[in-house]
């Protein structure tokens, strides 16, 4: 644009010098008013030029202080826009295509788009990412918003959901300690154990058979990986209540991204049912416990170390309550929220990031084989059946690094939302208060700026990966809201791998990739079926 303005200026200059002539006064009277009229219109133009340069460059600098880009406006566009997010997420693509079509139109860093009423910013830079997720943690400019449906099926007291700062503190500083070193250890023994029960029926269904079997691994990891965190958090509950349990919160995750109807035979409506019989099981629990003095939360010696996560909320609530101290005490309430958020925080992910490491293991054979020899090393076959310890855990270099790469490729979490609290600038661009910015984590994770070939499966890419960009390997989110349970989902994949590994070889038994529809999180409709092979 300057450069067209600037040969007008030229053009125009070289018309308004008058050719030298011999002229008549009324000629040079009229010359004179034509030369000073030329030469007015001349600096106009220049003047004109030279603000119109000036607006550009400012318009350049200041670039920053505009909003993100994102195509139209009004209500046809705001419509539109939730229309086709609603549309991706029904359909085989997945609601991440939807995000991903317009990074491609709009390019990096981010980008604008206004959804079920809100305005939304997608943002792509770990620059960005440190600045936003440090902000949270020092809770200014901007806090936690989920969709209101996550929101109100989690319950108002929800860690993962909690959107003022000090009610988050002092949740999280609530439940933290719940994950100390015993409680990880016995949890990863008991997940174990849970992965060689499935594992020697999946082995005598390939015996029974032509010595090979077919599973779907997302049934048999939402199985486990439920069952394991239960157990942790609640390990009395009788057989029929978990089995009820397990539908419901399947009902609730089902309902998360569900159109906010309450309207019966809604999906949302359905998920609040299923909230409200979680809640009355775990109500009618805490009430037992409480007649019975506590023993019944007690497992293996029944020393306080070995409580389930609920006896030792209720319990620690309880002294806190006693010692009238000025620490925030849990109420029944908080305690349930945070139950139920804990089972769907960890169930859903930690079983659809184990499926699609399944997958990618499959998809490379090559590497499969080479990861089964190194695993077989560290635990030959004949101590299969001796259980795991963390010590074996830690030293799995090549299965942690297969656990790493496949939690970037399937990047669960797509994005962590957090809103605007005040105006003010996110990657160089305006953000209004009231924003709802998104930082999309799977984008950094397939930005090939910052991985090599991000679209193939290689765990050699974490071979000395300390020199990778701060906040570009956001699977598990980063500062004060960093996921609880990022270890233990860590070990229950690990676990999954190891055994797996060192049992069978596998084939994916259908290559459909498209996605399952409404899922909270980007996951195979098939729910990812294996042919296994007794090794
Ligand atoms: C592969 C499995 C998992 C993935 C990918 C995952 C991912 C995440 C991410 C990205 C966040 C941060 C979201 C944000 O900043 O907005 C988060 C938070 C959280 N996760 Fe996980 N998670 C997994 C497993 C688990 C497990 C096993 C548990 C517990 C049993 C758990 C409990 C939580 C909780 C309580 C929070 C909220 C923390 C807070 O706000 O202070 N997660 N998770």
Same mark, same amino acid.
């Given at each position: 644009?300057?450069?067209?303005?600037?040969?007008?200026?030229?053009?125009?200059?070289?018309?308004?010098?008058?050719?030298?002539?011999?002229?008549?006064?009324?000629?040079?009277?009229?010359?004179?008013?034509?030369?000073?009229?030329?030469?007015?219109?001349?600096?106009?133009?220049?003047?004109?030029?030279?603000?119109?340069?000036?607006?550009?460059?400012?318009?350049?600098?200041?670039?920053?202080?505009?909003?993100?880009?994102?195509?139209?406006?009004?209500?046809?566009?705001?419509?539109?826009?939730?229309?086709?997010?609603?549309?991706?997420?029904?359909?085989?693509?997945?609601?991440?295509?939807?995000?991903?079509?317009?990074?491609?139109?709009?390019?990096?860093?981010?980008?604008?788009?206004?959804?079920?009423?809100?305005?939304?910013?997608?943002?792509?830079?770990?620059?960005?990412?440190?600045?936003?997720?440090?902000?949270?943690?020092?809770?200014?400019?901007?806090?936690?918003?989920?969709?209101? *449906?996550? /929101?109100? @099926?989690?319950?108002?007291?929800? =860690?993962?959901?909690?959107?003022? &700062? +000090?009610?988050? $503190? %002092?949740?999280?500083?609530?439940?933290?300690?719940?994950?100390?070193?015993?409680?990880?250890?016995?949890?990863?023994?008991?997940?174990?154990?849970?992965?060689?029960?499935?594992?020697?029926?999946?082995?005598?269904?390939?015996?029974?058979?032509?010595?090979?079997?077919?599973?779907?691994?997302?049934?048999?990891?939402?199985?486990?990986?439920?069952?394991?965190?239960?157990?942790?958090?609640?390990?009395?509950?009788?057989?029929?209540?978990?089995?009820?349990?397990?539908?419901?919160?399947?009902?609730? *995750?089902? /309902?998360? @991204?569900?159109?906010?109807?309450? =309207?019966?035979?809604?999906?949302? &409506? +359905?998920?609040? $049912? %299923?909230?409200?019989?979680?809640?009355?099981?775990?109500?009618?629990?805490?009430?037992?416990?409480?007649?019975?003095?506590?023993?019944?939360?007690?497992?293996?010696?029944?020393?306080?170390?070995?409580?389930?996560?609920?006896?030792?909320?209720?319990?620690?609530?309880?002294?806190?309550?006693?010692?009238?101290?000025?620490?925030?005490?849990?109420?029944?309430?908080?305690?349930?929220?945070?139950?139920?958020?804990?089972?769907?925080?960890?169930?859903?992910?930690?079983?659809?990031?184990?499926?699609?490491?399944?997958?990618?293991?499959?998809?490379?054979?090559?590497?499969?084989?080479?990861?089964?020899?190194?695993?077989?090393?560290?635990?030959?076959?004949?101590?299969?059946?001796?259980?795991?310890?963390?010590?074996?855990?830690?030293?799995?270099?090549?299965?942690?690094?297969?656990?790493?790469?496949?939690?970037?490729?399937?990047?669960?979490?797509?994005?962590?939302?957090?809103?605007?609290?005040?105006?003010?600038?996110?990657?160089?661009?305006?953000?209004?208060?009231?924003?709802?910015?998104?930082?999309?984590?799977?984008?950094?994770?397939?930005?090939?700026?910052?991985?090599?070939?991000?679209?193939?499966?290689?765990?050699?890419?974490?071979?000395?990966?300390?020199?990778?960009?701060?906040?570009?390997?956001?699977?598990?989110?980063?500062?004060?809201?960093?996921?609880?349970?990022?270890?233990?989902?860590?070990?229950?994949?690990?676990?999954?791998?190891?055994?797996?590994?060192?049992?069978?070889?596998?084939?994916?038994?259908?290559?459909?990739?498209?996605?399952?529809?409404?899922?909270?999180?980007?996951?195979?409709?098939?729910?990812?079926?294996?042919?296994?092979?007794?090794?």
């Amino acid at each position: 644009m300057e450069d067209i303005h600037e040969l007008q200026a030229a053009a125009c200059q070289s018309q308004s010098v008058p050719p030298p002539a011999r002229a008549s006064p009324c000629f040079v009277g009229f010359s004179f008013v034509v030369a000073a009229a030329a030469c007015l219109l001349l600096k106009l133009l220049k003047w004109r030029n030279s603000t119109t340069k000036e607006k550009n460059d400012q318009h350049h600098d200041s670039r920053n202080a505009h909003p993100p880009p994102g195509r139209g406006s009004g209500w046809w566009w705001r419509a539109m826009e939730t229309l086709s997010f609603v549309a991706a997420n029904g359909s085989g693509r997945g609601f991440y295509s939807f995000v991903d079509a317009r990074h491609r139109r709009h390019g990096p860093p981010c980008f604008r788009a206004p959804l079920f009423g809100a305005t939304h910013v997608f943002v792509s830079s770990p620059a960005a990412a440190r600045s936003l997720l440090a902000a949270a943690e020092h809770h200014s400019g901007f806090s936690k918003r989920y969709v209101r *449906t996550v /929101a109100e @099926l989690l319950g108002e007291h929800s =860690l993962l959901c909690a959107a003022d &700062h +000090a009610a988050h $503190r %002092a949740l999280r500083r609530a439940v933290a300690p719940l994950f100390n070193a015993r409680a990880t250890a016995t949890f990863a023994a008991a997940f174990d154990g849970l992965t060689r029960r499935i594992m020697r029926d999946w082995a005598a269904a390939a015996a029974g058979g032509s010595g090979a079997a077919v599973v779907v691994v997302l049934d048999a990891a939402l199985g486990i990986t439920f069952e394991a965190i239960c157990d942790m958090l609640v390990a009395t509950l009788p057989r029929e209540d978990k089995r009820r349990l397990q539908e419901d919160v399947l009902g609730v *995750t089902r /309902a998360m @991204l569900a159109f906010p109807l309450r =309207l019966p035979g809604t999906r949302f &409506h +359905a998920g609040l $049912r %299923a909230r409200e019989r979680i809640m009355e099981v775990l109500r009618r629990e805490i009430a037992a416990r409480r007649r019975d003095d506590g023993s019944l939360g007690r497992r293996g010696d029944g020393g306080d170390g070995d409580m389930d996560f609920l006896q030792s909320l209720l319990l620690r609530s309880q002294q806190q309550q006693q010692s009238e101290s000025d620490h925030p005490l849990l109420s029944d309430e908080q305690i349930l929220d945070n139950i139920l958020t804990l089972i769907i925080a960890g169930q859903v992910t930690t079983a659809t990031a184990i499926t699609w490491m399944v997958k990618y293991i499959a998809d490379n054979r090559e590497f499969q084989e080479t990861l089964r020899s190194v695993q077989l090393e560290l635990a030959p076959k004949q101590h299969q059946d001796s259980p795991l310890t963390l010590q074996d855990l830690n030293s799995m270099d090549l299965a942690y690094k297969t656990v790493k790469e496949s939690l970037r490729m399937a990047s669960i979490v797509s994005w962590f939302p957090r809103v605007a609290l005040e105006d003010c600038q996110v990657a160089g661009f305006q953000i209004s208060k009231g924003w709802i910015v998104n930082i999309d984590a799977r984008s950094m994770h397939y930005d090939p700026t910052i991985y090599d070939n991000p679209t193939v499966f290689d765990p050699s890419r974490f071979n000395g990966e300390d020199a990778k960009q701060p906040y570009s390997y956001l699977v598990f989110g980063a500062g004060g809201r960093t996921c609880l349970g990022m270890n233990l989902a860590k070990i229950m994949m690990l676990i999954f791998l190891h055994r797996l590994v060192t049992t069978f070889r596998w084939e994916m038994a259908d290559e459909d990739t498209s996605l399952e529809k409404w899922a909270m999180f980007p996951r195979l409709k098939n729910g990812c079926p294996i042919h296994l092979t007794p090794i």
